[in-house]
Each structure stands twice: as C-alpha cells, then as structure tokens.
C-alpha cells in the first residue's frame, strides 16, 4: 500500500473517533438520567415539606395530650379533695364541683382537638408513604439506567482505545511531512472528509461521481501524486 493510501485509513480512523466521541456525549441515557434525578429532587422535596407538616401536626397533638394529662390530675385532685373528707363547708364542695365541671369541659375540648389533628395527619401520611415508595422506584430506575450507562461508555471507551492505537501505528509507519499534509488537509476540509478513497466513479467523501475526463486525470496520475476531487476538494486515493 502507497503512503497516501495509509492517509485514507488514517483518515477512516479519525471519522470513527469524532463518530464514537460524539455517541460518548450525546448518550440518550445520560439525558434520562438526568430527568430521573430531577424527578429524584423534586419528590424528596416533596417529602420534606410533608415530613415537616406531620412533625407540626404531631408536636401540637402532644402538646394538647400534655395539657389533658394536667387537667386529669387536677380532676384526680379535686376528686380527692371532695370525697376525702377535709372539707368544712357544702359551699366549699359546690366550688370543687364547678370546677371539675369546667374542667372537664376543657378536656373535652381539647380531645376532640387530638381527634380533628389525627383526621389532619392521616391523609399527609398516606401521601407520605406514597411519595416514598415513589422515589425508591425512581432511585431504583436511576440505578438500573446508570449501570447501563457504565457499560455502553466501557464499550465505547475501548473501541476508542483500540482506534487510537491502530491509529498511532498508521500515524508512526508514514512521515513526519505526510502526517502535516494530513493535519492541514483536515484543518483545510473544516472537519470534513480529506481524505477519501475512489471507489469505482464515486468519491468516497461526497458520494458524487466525476466526470470521466477527471477520472481519467486521476488514474493516470502518478500513485505518489495528490489528486483531488473536483467536487469536495477530499484528496482522493486510487
Ligand atoms: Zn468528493
């Protein structure tokens, strides 16, 4: 093979690089994954704001639970005090009386209060649960999608290695000049196809045919000259 038909391989090295470079960077999953750790976010923001409104709904059930367990004792101790037989006047046991009532009363009120605060909680705690198991599927998806993502990349990664190392071998049997030829070329191409192989009447960077008279000008060109396609301006190899 002549020195500038190894351009053309080296060439086909560099097109499958830029194509596996590209597939690493636009990898449908990873923008999947994204998606999934934003929904991630967004429910354990969610939980968050729940968690928070059983904790209020909770302190305030404690604290009114608290309250009645003052107003029992206080109860216990009028009780006492009304039937333990230190009292001197009837007076004074009808004002016990009314406040047992009054307190009563108050407890009452206060334990509907507890019941109405666990009405309150009941639905939130649904929601909560709900929300968790949401988010575990959702981390469970993320896992799964990552581990698919580790191993699409470990596959990529080595073709590209193995690329690179096919194309240091080519890069290494030619010259110096030839390569700067090459990376000029490519720098002329804008990123394009420079180089291309002719395959029958077609250029194998812009896929035209040529005409017979530039035909005819490359194939009885000599095999160390540099031909071009009229075309695309890819040098063409024979
Ligand atoms: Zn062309």
Known sequence: MGDLAILAD?????????????????????RELASIEEDIFDAKEKLT?????????????????????????????SNDALYGG???????????QDEI???????TILEDQIIELMEMEEPIALSFASESSAVKRLEEHCEEIGGRVLGIQSEIEAEKSEVETERARLV???????????DKQIVRMGGNVGVARLTGTTCGACYLDLSALDL???????????????????????
Request: aromatic share 2%; charged share 30%.
């Open 10 to 30: 080296l060439q086909t090295c560099d097109t499958r690089l830029s194509q596996l470079r590209h597939r690493l960077g636009n990898l449908p999953e990873v």
């Open 86 to 96: 230190s009292l001197t006047s009837p007076k004074e046991a009808e004002a016990l």
């Open 49 to 77: 704001h729940l968690e928070s409104e059983i904790g209020q709904i909770k302190k305030e059930q404690k604290r009114l639970e608290h309250e009645v367990l003052l107003l029992e004792t206080k109860v216990a101790k």
């Open 101 to 107: 009532k009054s307190v009563q009363r108050r407890q």
């Open 216 to 238: 005819d000008k490359i194939r009885s060109a000599d095999e160390n000259e540099i031909t071009e396609c009229p075309e695309c301006g890819a040098f063409l190899i024979k």
């Open 172 to 182: 290494g049997s030619v010259t110096a000049e030839l390569i700067a030829l090459y």
